[in-house]
């Protein structure tokens, strides 16, 4: 496992910066689920605000970070079947932080900075990509970082080595 020798959000905003990536940040109070993070003010429509799930399989030997819309509703076994992996369940939490060096509630693909093995897949449900632009978590779930799409999907992610898998998802939206 990698040392931290600063906190999630300190390294992966240093990362950022050093790589010149342009990003908006937000502090804001701690927001553990996606329906409190909705309710942010600096959150307009041109923003995706994602779901971002952390699975295994029953083994945990193969770890997935999924990628969801606010409103898509998830179910397991959808999950599982379009990714063509048999019993996905929600990772334990110390696979997250020994992966991602993320606690519950501060899930974001910006964790996988620190996944130098590749262990993660990333995957993504392609409605997040409709908007102009998308926001996590760096690293604590007291800030928030908005990226425009084309800057999160053609620098961030391949400047971390990692090559996201787009699901085709036949789900609802949640009731609201």
């Not at 779901?51 to 969801?68: A, E, G, I, P, S």
């Not at 959808?78 to 992966?99: I, N, T, Y």
């Not at 990226?147 to 996201?164: A, C, K, T, Y």
Request: charged residues 20%; aromatic residues 10%.
């Amino acid at each position: 496992m990698t040392d931290i020798t600063m906190n999630p959000r300190m390294e992966i905003l240093a990362f950022l910066d050093v790589h010149a990536i342009p990003y908006e940040l937000y502090e804001h109070e701690p927001a553990f689920t996606i329906e409190a993070c909705m309710g942010l003010p600096f959150l307009s429509g041109d923003v995706t605000l994602c779901k971002n799930v952390f699975l295994c399989n029953r083994q945990q030997t193969d770890f997935y970070l999924m990628l969801l819309g606010p409103h898509t509703s998830f179910r397991t076994a959808v999950v599982s079947k379009a990714l063509g992996v048999s019993r996905l369940s929600f990772a334990p939490e110390d696979a997250l932080f020994r992966l991602l060096h993320l606690r519950p509630g501060s899930v974001s693909p910006l964790g996988l900075y620190f996944d130098k093995a590749h262990a993660v897949t990333l995957c993504y449900e392609r409605a997040i990509r409709e908007t102009a632009r998308i926001a996590f978590h760096p690293g604590e779930n007291n800030a928030t970082v908005v990226f425009d799409q084309g800057v999160f999907w053609g620098r961030v992610l391949p400047l971390m080595g990692i090559g996201p898998v787009e699901v085709g998802l036949e789900v609802q939206a949640a009731d609201s």
